[in-house]
């Protein structure tokens, strides 16, 4: 029999009827005042080690993402008892137990990491910050040093408190040749009195952004992943491919610049030329797949495009660093495309890396009729990797499965699914090494493998699959192996609980509830997006496989259906009639082909060339979607801006890409556009803590909001505009680089305007051909660089600045010198202020610190800061429109409890949960002057303060009543 059990919130029937009129009656005028302010803000971080066990087995700890806590149990032959919920950062992501009683907490919202004591009242005693996104952490080496993945950005990593550091400092993100993995160490003995502790060191790797970590069985040995190291594939770009859909036309590429002779191109894009209905397609960019043993990129057709790159891509998945001298001692690659986590064995040290391979270099999605070529149920293949001996070898859990046999066609086996995993995630190995398991997120199973059929690919998934672990509630993202009971703990997001499995007999012995303030909507709707059974009629695909947690994979994916019909584009252009496009063609050669293809502005046609995976989130006040907004005229109907409409649209893509058997109701994709909607993107990890910019992004910004037109002419109302005018920014509006428009910009489509709060995740590729689009030549070869994909819909344009030196931009080209930057330094005044561009949220968000007995004189100066950004007006349309930079919370352990705080603008003076009197700043200061009442201040999404210091249920009655 299957026990749930609620924990985190009380539930008693006493308790509610007991709640005053007063009470409820001034709650909810405080709530009618601010009814545009939500109270809780989705992110939706992708957990990555939610669970822990104590090392003497009696206790297991559990991440509760959406609730900012983490939930402490006890363990006993009847299952799992709730005896302690401790407060720590924004989306806590990971955790690590370092001793029976002490606990580290990842929060990656909050880039920082909550330091949990469990002697007396279990408590955060310090809070570590660290670089941005941080994932996973585990402890190892002599001294048992904790090793932290972040991204290779974020505000602390150039603090002055840490710049004797090794590895700290400017990320130097538009710099060639540099690595965006960081790993940051610290001595867990000796964190230093500096604001955020002090880090033995931050170990940068030649990736772009890790995520799992794992430890030799003798600790001295970490591994690391890069989240998404991709594949060893790139665009070449519009103007290096020959023009006319010839395969083995040769043609030469002008202008040629240093060094020459590389302008020779092998032909145009692969056919066909048309649709179906014999549409002429736009010509468009390529994707391109090295190919280390012919040494050349080579696209579906196997031609070399070596003269179209001018980059490589080691390719380095796994690294391996010494845990004492903390130095990397290797690096292994053919990992796979995403990794999301690793394991070791125990027994023999072989190390295991669950990802995905993906398949972006065969073109096309839908019956694959037409165009020859389908991706339809095979967008990635779902792996664990085995390194052992210093080689990965790749082995496909799903290998069952005949991707030939399309669902619904002849020849299809509907049953395949039931053998079938999605998105393998954490893993653990049994102590013996025989035995491994795996949560497969989207499959809402535990894969169980042994571990020498595993090893050798011996295994069979047909029979395999007899072995795997059914789980409720869906989303299973962590594990915990409990051998002395012969029970496993699994973490599963969806419902936001975790099960307790009884390994004998394969049965769920019970569920624990974890608290979620999530909105119902958002819990309901989750599971569209993961759910790769609900989702492909083989069990391995869904939208997650390319949306990686709700983000980008990284990628571009050609993604046209030539069995497809041309259809009309409802949306508003600029520079886009038919007198626009013919002068500037006249002027510059450019576009060389007819405008999508069939020469109609006004149309979309179904093949559209090689197109970045765009993020999921922040996808509000953005209108159409895909890059070229081509979801705005769909299956449910027509709308040129509205979001809904246009998310909708995207249920072809279950049947025509992820090879569904059957289109979903419009009941669930109600429930998945109305939960996808609600996911943020985070703060920019680039722009100041302070809001403020510096010299160069001041610059940049009078340039984007002021007189002088950047694209068109220098006459007409709307023949011309500043950034502004395209890419527009009015937080209060929710426009943060777009509104809603297209624009004809010189190229063979035209593109809806995109928003520009995410530039700084595309940082990395470096490395560009010659083009006579842009005015800058070209860079010659630069050597190993950590991405495939950089700027632009099609991943092909590899820096900012490159791209602000197209001849649409230029005061050089059509609309002369009162039109377009009038140098480089404007150019890389703008690349400047891009990364730091404003967001939806301010960069203040999440940012916590922890005020002790002995370091206020290294903290006092962000509490300020705190308290200034709280006071600080900001508009948003996601936080309700004219509101403040964030609300601020503090926690501090007073006897037996870990009591809230909430700062109020009004009087200055904070809040107590308990309902008892307001006090200073200084008084709430001075709680930390004794023993075990360390003070943790967090700055939260503005309207979220409430339920997060005061009233975690926003029942009326305050926690501490």
Known sequence: MVGTQQVGVRWNWWRARAVSLCAVVS?????????????????????VRPLALSPDGTRLFAVNTPDNRLEVFSISSAGLSLIGAVPVGLEPVAVAARSNTEVWVVNHLSDSVSVVSLVGTPRVVRTLLVGDEPRDIVFAGTNGHAFITTAHRGQHRTDPSIAAVSGAGDPKLT????????????????????????????????????????????????????AQSGNQTTSVSLGSVCDGFKERDMCLVFPDTPPFGNNLMPGGLPGPATNFEGAKAPETALIVKWNGAAGQWQDALGRNFNNGVRLRLPDKDVFAIDADTLQETASFSGVGTTIFN???????????????????????????????????????????????GGTAYPRHLNKHIDYSKLAGKPGFDPSVKNHSLSTPTEMVVSQDGTKLYVAAFSSSKIG????????SNAFDPRTASANHIPVSGGGPSGLVLDEARNRLYVMTRFDNAVKVIDLATKAQLSSVSL???????????RPFLYDANFSSANGESSCASCHIFGDKDELAWDLGNPDATVT???????????????VFRSFTGHPSSPINGTGKQNEFHPMKGPMTTQTLRGMTNQGAMHWRGDRSNGFFGVDAGGEEMSFKNFIVAFPDLLGRASMPTEAEMDKFTTFQLQVQLPPNPIRRLDNALTASQKAASDFYFGSRRVDGIAIGDDNGFNCNGCHTIDGARGFFGTDTRSSFEGISQIMKIPHVRNMYTKVGMFGFPDSSFFLHPETGQLGDQVRGFGFTHDGAVDTLFRFFSAIVFSNTSIGGPLVGFRSDTERRQMEDFMLAADTDLAPIVGQQVTLTASNAANVGARIDLLIARARAQFASQVLGGATYEADVVAKVAVGSRVKGFLYERGPGTWKPDDGSANISTAALRALANTAGQEVTFTAVPPGSGTRIALDRNLDGRLDGQ
């Open 342 to 388: 690793l394991v070791t064995n125990p027994k023999s040290g072989v190390v295991y890396a669950s990802n995905s391979e993906a398949n972006n270099l065969t073109r096309f999605e839908g019956a694959g009729e037409y165009g020859g070529s389908t991706v339809q149920g095979n967008l990635a293949q779902m792996r664990i990797t085995v390194i052992s």
């Open 568 to 582: 009309a584009n409802p949306i508003n252009m600029r520079l886009a009639s038919d007198l626009e496009i013919g």
């Open 448 to 455: 169980v493998y042994d571990t020498a059929s595993l090893e």
């Open 175 to 226: 710099t060639p040749g540099v690595g965006r993995a960081d790993v940051w160490v610290f001595n867990p003995a000796s964190l230093g009195a500096t604001l955020g502790g002090t880090p033995l060191r931050i170990v940068t790797l030649f990736g772009d952004t890790p995520r799992g970590l794992a430890t030799s069985p003798d600790k001295k040995t970490v591994y690391a992943a890069i």
């Open 27 to 47: 709650l909810l005028a405080a709530f009618t005042a601010a009814a545009q302010v939500p109270s809780f803000i989705t992110f939706d971080s992708a957990h």
């Open 515 to 525: 608290y979620n303030p999530e909105p119902a909507s958002v819990v309901q709707g």
